[in-house]
C-alpha cells in the first residue's frame, strides 16, 4: 500500500454509532457521501460501520479489530461521543499496527483539532470543515502528489511540530454534491433514511457549536434538487419515510413554501420529518408542510424559564413557545427539546423548566429533558471555562458508555479527567447549585417512574 507517493492506497470509511437500540439509527449521510466523491474519482473506497447496540458490551477492542483487519487507510468519522472509544481503539491500533494510516473527522472537530493531534498519536490526520472540500485533496496527498500542508481544514504532526491549516471556505454549490454511496450500505438494516437541504444556521444560540463548526451562513440546495432526489428514493429505492437533518430546516421560510408546493405539484408523496425555531413558524407553513406529508416537527425550546431563555441568546418567551406548539400539533407529531444545568442556572429557573416539561408531556408533546453538554466550540463554553468532572450522572455523552467493558473503566476515566478541553462535552459546568439541581431532577424523574403522571415540580422540590 501506497502512502505519500506512488499507487492510490485502498480507503476505508469507517463509521462510530454508538447506543442504538435493535438496529442503527440512519445510513451516516456525510460519510457516504465523502465516499461517492472517491469512488467518482476513480479510486477504492469502502465502507463499515461500528455499531454498538443498546444491551451489548461496548469494547474498544471490538473497534480496534475491525479496523487493523480492513487493509488500507482509515478514515473515520466520529461525533464527539465516540471520540473516548475511538482513542482507546487506537491506541490498540498503533500497538498492533504501527504503521497503518489513520486519518479523523466528523462534527465538532472544528475547536480541538490542535488537541486532538497533541494528545492523541493515534490519530495521524485530523479533519474538520465540511468534508467535501477536502477529500480529494487528501486523496492526492495519499496518492503523494502534493503535501499535506496544501489541503484545507487539517491538522497534523511533522517533524516534531504541529502543523493546522485554514479551513476551506462554505461549498457554495451544494446541488453539485453526489447522492450518498447506496451500494455500500443496506437500507433495510437502518430505522431511517436522512437527507439535507441546508447547512448552517444564522441564529446564536449560546450552548450550540453549529455555528461555530459549519457556518452561520445558511446554504441550500436548490428545491428542484432536492425534490429529485426525493423522487428517486422513493421510486428508485422503496423509501416512503425521510428525515430533514438540516440544522436549521425551515430557516427560509420562501424556500420551504416553494419546496411544499412543488411537492404536491409533482404528486410525490414522500413522508418527511423536519425542524424548526420558534420564531420562524406560523400556522400557514406548518399546516403546508403537513399537507406536503411532513408528519412530524422537532422545535429547541431548551428551557422553561424566560430569564434563561434570553441568556441563551435563543429570543422567544415560554409562552410564545407555548403556542407554536399548539398549533404544530394540531398537524403533526411534535417534538421538543429541554435542557438543564446551564451554569447560571437557579433552583427558579430549573422548576421553571420542569413545569414546562410537565406541561407539555401532558399535552401528548415529545419532550426530551437532557443536562447541558459543554460542546467545545460553543460560545457559552468559552465563557464559563471553569468545569468540573461528572462521572456518574445525566450527562448525555456519559450515558452512550454504561455499558462500556469494566475492564477499560479505569483507562476511560482517567482518558476524561486528563483532558478537559477535547472532553469537554463529558463535563457539567461547575456551578455551585450543580448538586442541588441534580437531586431535583433525579427526583422529578424518579417521581413521575414510580407514579407515571407527572406531579407539580414545585411541590416535589419541597421534598427534596
Ligand atoms: C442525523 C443525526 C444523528 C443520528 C445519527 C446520524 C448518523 N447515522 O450518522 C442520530 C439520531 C442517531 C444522532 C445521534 C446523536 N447525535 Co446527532 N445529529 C444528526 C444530524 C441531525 C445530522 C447528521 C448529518 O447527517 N449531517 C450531515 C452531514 C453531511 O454532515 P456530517 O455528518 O457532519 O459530515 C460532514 C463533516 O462532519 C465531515 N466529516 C464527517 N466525517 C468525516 C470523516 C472524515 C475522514 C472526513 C475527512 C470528514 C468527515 O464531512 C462531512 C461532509 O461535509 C446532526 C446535525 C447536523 N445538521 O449535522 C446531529 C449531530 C451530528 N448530532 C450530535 C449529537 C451530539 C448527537 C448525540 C451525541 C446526541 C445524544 N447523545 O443523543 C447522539 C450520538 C449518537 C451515538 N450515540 O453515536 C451533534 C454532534 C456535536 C459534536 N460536536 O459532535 C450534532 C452536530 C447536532 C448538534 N449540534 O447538537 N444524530
Ligand atoms: S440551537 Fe438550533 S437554532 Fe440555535 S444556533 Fe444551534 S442550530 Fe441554530
Redesign the pocket.
Known amino acids: 500500500m501506497a502512502f505519500g507517493g506512488g499507487d492510490s492506497p485502498i480507503i476505508g470509511f469507517h463509521?462510530?454509532?454508538?447506543?442504538?437500540n435493535e438496529r442503527?439509527?440512519?445510513?451516516?449521510?456525510?460519510?457516504l457521501?465523502?465516499m461517492q466523491l472517491v469512488r467518482n474519482s476513480g479510486r477504492e473506497a469502502y465502507f463499515n460501520q461500528f455499531v454498538h447496540l443498546k444491551g451489548t458490551i461496548l469494547s474498544p477492542e471490538h473497534l480496534a479489530q475491525q479496523i487493523v483487519a480492513q487493509p488500507g487507510v482509515a478514515?473515520?468519522?466520529t461525533?464527539?461521543?465516540?471520540l473516548p472509544l475511538l482513542v482507546m481503539a487506537l491506541r490498540l491500533v498503533k500497538s498492533r499496527d504501527p504503521e497503518k494510516k489513520i486519518?479523523?473527522?466528523?462534527?465538532?472537530f472544528t475547536g480541538i483539532a490542535k488537541e486532538a493531534i497533541e494528545n492523541y498519536p493515534g490519530m495521524d490526520i485530523v479533519?474538520f470543515g465540511?468534508?467535501?472540500m477536502?477529500?480529494l485533496e487528501?486523496m492526492e496527498y495519499l496518492d503523494g502528489n502534493c503535501s499535506l500542508e496544501d489541503v484545507p481544514g487539517v491538522c497534523f504532526r511533522q517533524n516534531g511540530e504541529i502543523i493546522k491549516t485554514d479551513q476551506a471556505g462554505r461549498i457554495k454549490d451544494l446541488d453539485s454534491l453526489p447522492y450518498l454511496c447506496f451500494d455500500a450500505i443496506n437500507l433495510r438494516s437502518y430505522n431511517g433514511f436522512?437527507i439535507?437541504a441546508s447547512r448552517g444556521c444564522p441564529f446564536k444560540c449560546s450552548f450550540?457549536?453549529?455555528a461555530p463548526?459549519w457556518g452561520r451562513r445558511n446554504t441550500r440546495r436548490s428545491v428542484e434538487h432536492v425534490l429529485d432526489e426525493l423522487d428517486y428514493l422513493y421510486h428508485e429505492k422503496g423509501i416512503r419515510k425521510i428525515s430533514f437533518?438540516?440544522?436549521l430546516f425551515i430557516v427560509n421560510r420562501k424556500w420551504v413554501i416553494d419546496f411544499c408546493e412543488q411537492k404536491l405539484k409533482r404528486g410525490n408523496k414522500m413522508i418527511w420529518r423536519g425542524n424548526g425555531h420558534i420564531n420562524l413558524a406560523n400556522e400557514e407553513l406548518i399546516e403546508l408542510m403537513a399537507e406536503a406529508g411532513c408528519e412530524s416537527m422537532f422545535y429547541g425550546v431548551e428551557s422553561g424559564s424566560d430569564r434563561v431563555l434570553q441568556k441563551i441568546v435563543k429570543d422567544f418567551t415560554l409562552e410564545k413557545a407555548k403556542k407554536v406548539l399548539r398549533f404544530t400539533d394540531k398537524y403533526m407529531n411534535t417534538h421538543i427539546n429541554l435542557i438543564w444545568g446551564y451554569p447560571f442556572e437557579t433552583t427558579d429557573d430549573l422548576i421553571l423548566t420542569l413545569e414546562a416539561h410537565s406541561f407539555f408531556k401532558e399535552r401528548g408533546i415529545g419532550v426530551s429533558l437532557v443536562m447541558l453538554a459543554p460542546?467545545q466550540s460553543a460560545p457559552m463554553t468559552e465563557q464559563y471555562k471553569d468545569l468540573v468532572l461528572n462521572f456518574n450522572y445525566q450527562n448525555?455523552?456519559l450515558?452512550?458508555y454504561y455499558e462500556l467493558d469494566a475492564k477499560y473503566g479505569s483507562e476511560f476515566e482517567q482518558l476524561l479527567k486528563s483532558d478537559s478541553k477535547v472532553f469537554s462535552?463529558f463535563y457539567a459546568f461547575a456551578s455551585p447549585q450543580l448538586e442541588e439541581h441534580k437531586a431535583i431532577v433525579d427526583h422529578y424523574q424518579d417521581e413521575f417512574f414510580r407514579s407515571g403522571q407527572f406531579a407539580t415540580p414545585r411541590e416535589l422540590w419541597q421534598g427534596v
Not at 24 to 31: E, F, N, R
Open positions: 463509521h462510530l454509532l454508538l447506543n442504538q442503527p439509527h440512519s445510513p451516516p449521510l456525510g460519510v457521501t465523502l478514515a473515520i468519522s461525533m464527539i461521543n465516540g486519518i479523523v473527522g466528523g462534527p465538532g479533519c465540511e468534508g467535501e477536502q477529500i487528501l436522512p439535507m450550540c457549536d453549529v463548526s437533518v438540516d440544522d460542546l448525555i455523552f450515558q452512550d462535552a
